[in-house]
């Protein structure tokens, strides 16, 4: 990656980001993705009394799991063994 240098910060230049950066902002937003929706469908067991609201929130809570299970598996899948690039 390169970097500019702007007094004693660095800033990466705009468009020179690594590949490693994004896998690794992909893969932290897919832990989080699973994190919350776990934590949806807790909390909607605690909050709500209507049984069909907690189905939907429960569904809701699921999907947003499946999602983040597809972002951590496709940024494994993107990832060069070695971690040459």
Do not use: C, Y
Not at 20 to 40: E, H, Q, R, T, V
Not at 54 to 71: D, N, Q, T
């Amino acid at each position: 990656m390169r970097v500019a240098a702007l007094g004693s910060n660095a800033l990466p230049v705009a468009g020179q980001l690594s590949l490693d950066s994004g896998l690794d902002a992909m893969k932290l937003a897919g832990f989080l993705l699973l994190f919350f929706g776990f934590a949806i469908t807790l909390a909607t067991f605690f909050l709500l009394s209507s049984s069909s609201a907690r189905g939907a929130f429960v569904l809701s809570g699921i999907a947003i799991e499946i999602i983040g299970i597809v972002l951590v598996f496709r940024a494994q899948l993107f990832e060069v063994p070695g971690g040459e690039h």
